[in-house]
C-alpha cells in the first residue's frame, strides 16, 4: 500500500442540490447569499469579462486580524445562471498570496427532478499551499473544510434555510 501527500493541481466538486440554477447562480454571486454561507464575507462581482471579484473580510475575520481583503480576482466568463469563470487569490495568508492568481470555475447544470447539478473546478496549478488549503487538508489546524465544506454548507442552506453551522 502506498500513501501519497501529493495534492491535485486540478480539484473537481460536485454537489447536486434542490434548487434553481437561477437561485444556486444568486447565491454564488449576490452579497446577500454568500455572506450566509461557507466562511461568509462581502463578495462583490462584475459579472462581464475583466470585473472584479473581491471578497471583503467578515466581522468576525476582521477580529481575528484578517485584512479587508480576504480574496480577489478577475471574471473571466459570466453566462448566467450556467457558468461562471474568474481567477481567484486568496489574501489571507502571505504565502497563499504570493502564489498568485488561480483559475475558479462554476458549472450549473439544471437536471431531471427539481434539482440542479454544481459542478466547481479549481485550477490550481503553481499554489500548492492554496490547494492543501481548498482540499480540506488544513481543516485539523482550523483552516476550514475547504471547498467540500462551502458546497455542503451551500446546499444546506438553499435547501433548509439555514446553513450547517445555523
Do not use: C
Not at 427532478?113 to 485539523?140: Q, Y
Amino acid at each position: 500500500m502506498s500513501t501519497s501527500t501529493e495534492i491535485a493541481t486540478t480539484q473537481v466538486y460536485r454537489v447536486w442540490i434542490k434548487a434553481t440554477p437561477e437561485q444556486i447562480w444568486e447565491a454564488i454571486t449576490s452579497p446577500e447569499w454568500a455572506g450566509r454561507y461557507g466562511y461568509g464575507g462581502n463578495v462583490s462581482y462584475e459579472l462581464e469579462p475583466g470585473g472584479k471579484f473581491v471578497v471583503g473580510a467578515s466581522p468576525e475575520f476582521l477580529a481575528a486580524g484578517a485584512p479587508d481583503v480576504v480574496v480577489d480576482g478577475e471574471v473571466i466568463e459570466a453566462d448566467p445562471p450556467r457558468k461562471l469563470v474568474q481567477t481567484w487569490r486568496m489574501l489571507m495568508d502571505p504565502d497563499m498570496a504570493a502564489e498568485g492568481f488561480t483559475r475558479l470555475t462554476y458549472e450549473i447544470e439544471e437536471i431531471d427532478g427539481g434539482a440542479t447539478k454544481l459542478t466547481v473546478t479549481h485550477d490550481l496549478t503553481g499554489a500548492p499551499a492554496l490547494a492543501r488549503m481548498v482540499a480540506g487538508e488544513d481543516e485539523a489546524t482550523g483552516a476550514g473544510g475547504g471547498w467540500a465544506w462551502v458546497l455542503s454548507d451551500l446546499k444546506s442552506l438553499l435547501e433548509t434555510g439555514a446553513p450547517l453551522a445555523g
